[in-house]
T-cell receptor, first 112, second 110 residues
Framework: NAGVTQTPKFRILKIGQSMTLQCTQDMNHNYMYWYRQDPGMGLKLIYYSVGAGITDKGEVPNGYNVSRSTTEDFPLRLELAAPSQTSVYFC???????????FGDGTRLSIL | QKEVEQNSGPLSVPEGAIASLNCTYSDRGSQSFFWYRQYSGKSPELIMFIYSNGDKEDGRFTAQLNKASQYVSLLIRDSQPSDSATYLCAVNTGGFKTIFGAGTRLFVKA
């Protein structure tokens, strides 16, 4: 059972480049989330979705965009990458907003 | 005041001892409380969740919730070196967002 799958696991971008971080889950969860985690810090919510076609901003949405065309997929788009976006990105899903979240393995992104 | 606060540690305990990890939260309307374990370079994994006041036990782990004091804790009995990790406290206020603390680093000395 795959759970939450993120790709790629590692990526180095140059300043100004764009890329999409992929996230897919096979648990039929309606709720999906994108977080970033900087060294020694907690998880900061970037965007979340409560179902296909519905997304909303979290705590730190600037510089990112998301879409949710299916229940399974929740890609995160970085436009015009900046050094401040160097971080570890985690995708998560849950069956309900009050239920535990299941995390993917993360994407380690460096912007140089 | 941060919404979810944890002592960053490190908390160091000898093997076999009880490790006590603490977390306070600011929103009195909070309804769901979670403890995640995160090994270095890995993703968070759920250890315990608790919704009601009191204690909840699962193997060597016990979560304790006191809503009046806005306090949630995690006890790890018979600590093992494999328990060495960062423990994240997370709180859901009933809305769509779950707030994570910065985590407490635990070291269990063999």
């Amino acid at each position: 059972n795959a759970g939450v799958t993120q790709t790629p696991k590692f990526r180095i971008l140059k300043i100004g480049q764009s890329m999409t971080l992929q996230c897919t889950q096979d648990m039929n969860h309606n709720y999906m989330y994108w977080y970033r985690q900087d060294p020694g810090m907690g998880l900061k919510l970037i965007y979340y979705s409560v179902g296909a076609g519905i997304t909303d901003k979290g705590e730190v949405p600037n510089g990112y965009n998301v879409s949710r065309s299916t229940t399974e997929d929740f890609p995160l788009r970085l436009e015009l990458a900046a050094p401040s976006q160097t971080s570890v990105y985690f995708c998560a899903s849950s069956s309900d907003k009050t239920q535990p979240q299941h995390f993917g393995d993360g994407t380690r992104l460096s912007i140089l | 005041q941060k919404e979810v606060e944890q002592n960053s540690g490190p908390l160091s305990v000898p093997e076999g001892a009880i490790a006590s990890l603490n977390c306070t939260y600011s929103d009195r309307g909070s309804q769901s409380f979670f403890w995640y374990r995160q090994y270095s370079g890995k993703s968070p994994e759920l250890i315990m969740f608790i919704y009601s006041n009191g204690d909840k036990e699962d193997g060597r782990f016990t979560a304790q919730l006191n809503k009046a004091s806005q306090y949630v804790s995690l006890l790890i009995r018979d600590s093992q070196p494999s328990d060495s990790a960062t423990y994240l406290c997370a709180v859901n206020t009933g809305g769509f967002k779950t707030i994570f603390g910065a985590g407490t680093r635990l070291f269990v000395k063999a």
